[in-house]
């Protein structure tokens, strides 16, 4: 991943879910190291190479399951990389919008609930943009979400939404899980944002004119498969 990036950018954003937590639904299985501070410790180890790169580094809370109550690991982690503290002095942050040279990105581990489509709790998210908006001092141009574990990038009628791809293989728990869908990841990684302030017009515009959006993808492992026969 660090080969599709520059020595230098400006913002690195973490959005929440750093840790696999202790995995009580596998019951510990399937992870290399069960200990949350030992986990916090080799994530810190694996992002700082980025957060060297990057001036500035965000880091989002996530949810109880991977990141304990009150989302302790991703405060702890957010504050060893060097995150920037929101207004209430945490280092992990449950929302956060970032306004950069005028083009304001919203991102919060947290989403909508999904039914069938992934694209639905990104489309949701837009529309409560537009109803958080005087809360918000005015529309954001990119909408960043996560928690699903799986890749979607959005285009609306000229307004974007990102849900971010998990960077961790999945667990035996998350393939057998049902509800309210069946799920695998086939795709893991992160996403590359690049900004060019100087297209946006201030009118009516498709924020893909000055807003560019590379998913930094790889493939997930595949399904096991058992062959007989062919040769």
Do not use: C
Request: hydrophobic residues 40%; neutral net charge.
């Amino acid at each position: 991943m660090l080969d599709n990036l520059p020595r230098k950018f400006g913002f690195l954003i973490i959005n929440g879910d750093v840790t696999d937590g202790v995995a009580r639904k596998d019951l510990g299985r399937y992870i290399v190291e069960p200990d949350q501070d030992f986990q916090i410790r080799a994530a810190v180890k694996l992002i700082e190479p980025l957060a060297k790169r990057a001036r500035f580094t965000y880091v989002s809370k996530g949810t109880p399951y991977h990141a304990g109550l009150g989302s302790s690991a991703d405060e702890v982690f957010a504050e060893r990389i060097g995150a920037v503290p929101d207004e209430w002095g945490h280092f992990a942050s449950t929302w956060r919008v970032l306004s950069v040279e005028g083009i304001d990105i919203d991102f919060s581990h947290h989403r909508s609930i999904s039914i069938r489509n992934d694209s639905a709790p990104l489309e949701r998210e837009i529309q409560f943009d537009a109803m958080a908006a005087e809360l918000k001092g005015g529309r954001s141009d990119l909408i960043v979400r996560s928690h699903g574990h799986r890749y979607a990038h959005l285009n609306i009628d000229g307004e974007l939404g990102i849900h971010t791809p998990s960077w961790s293989l999945q667990t035996s728990f998350a393939q057998m899980s049902k509800s309210p869908n069946r799920l695998i990841s086939r795709l893991v990684g992160g996403v590359r944002v690049n900004l060019f302030p100087s297209k946006k017009n201030g009118d009516i515009q498709d924020a893909a004119d000055y807003i560019d959006v590379l998913g930094l993808v790889y493939p997930h492992p595949r399904v096991g498969k058992s062959i007989h026969g062919g040769g």
